[in-house]
């Protein structure tokens, strides 16, 4: 079975401060992939990075980046030089076989000025 | 370019009743998934709709049945409604089978009294 792990419910954090959201997954399947998407309060997920299993390079764009280590089954999500426009719900997700999305229960982040 | 749409933004139900949401794709997609979002959670896969066929089901009951018509827009419906099912029910869009490409909408929120 596919699982999702997101342990942190909620992150408070001051504006301009570094701040990882992480995300556990599991899967006995060797192909997937996953997805971070984040989620302001209108609703709409927003579609951030997508990563196959057979990438491991750690990603930058902008002030994101991402860490996927097969090893932990991990794929951290960190936000460099916070701004208050990144509050928002972040989800992890995990999909296998391109058939059906696993999502976490999401990290809710408050970047305060 | 116009994105996912979906209709109504907000419905209140009674137990008992049926319901039906819509959603509009992306321009120039073809396929139509449909997610539950319980609040505090993650959203749940519940169907996906290509070729006006029912290509992929999540662990969902009967009681949620879709359509899709052939300009690629959908319907999710919902019968015999249960308090459970107020959530937030998002549509994505793509082109082609599959879930790596998804764009979503801003959802319909569905309270069931």
């Known amino acids: 079975a596919q699982k999702v792990t997101q342990a942190q419910t909620e992150i408070s954090v001051v504006e301009k401060e570094d701040v990882t959201l992480d995300c556990v997954y599991e899967?006995?399947?060797?192909?997937?992939?996953l997805f971070w998407y984040k989620q302001p309060p209108s609703g709409e997920l927003v579609f951030l990075i997508r990563?196959?299993?057979?990438?491991?390079q750690n990603e930058i764009s902008g002030r994101y980046s991402w860490n996927f280590q097969k090893s932990t089954s991990s794929f951290n999500f960190t936000i460099t030089a916070s701004q208050v426009v990144d509050s928002a719900v972040y989800f992890c997700?995990?999909?296998?076989?391109?058939?059906?999305?696993?999502f976490g229960a999401g990290t809710r982040l408050t970047v305060k000025p | 370019d116009a994105g996912v749409t979906q209709s109504p933004t907000h419905l209140i139900k009674t137990r008992g009743q049926q319901v039906t949401l819509r959603c509009s794709p992306k321009?120039?997609?073809?396929?139509v998934s449909w997610y539950q979002q319980a609040l505090g959670q993650g959203p749940q896969f519940i169907f996906q709709?290509?070729?006006?066929?029912?290509?992929q089901r999540g662990n969902f009951p009967d009681r949620f049945s879709g359509h899709q018509f052939p300009n690629y827009s959908s319907e999710l419906n919902v019968n015999a409604l249960l308090l459970g099912d107020s959530a937030l029910y998002l549509c994505?869009?793509?082109?082609?089978?599959?879930?790596?490409?998804?764009?979503f909408g801003p959802g319909t929120r569905l309270t069931v009294t």
């Open positions: 990563r196959n299993s057979f990438d491991e």
């Open positions: 899967t006995r399947d060797t192909t997937y992939y």
């Open positions: 994505a869009s793509t082109l082609g089978q599959g879930l790596l490409q998804q764009y």
């Open positions: 997700a995990l999909s296998v076989g391109n058939n059906d999305m696993r």
């Open positions: 321009s120039g997609h073809d396929t």
């Open positions: 709709y290509y070729e006006e066929e029912e290509r």
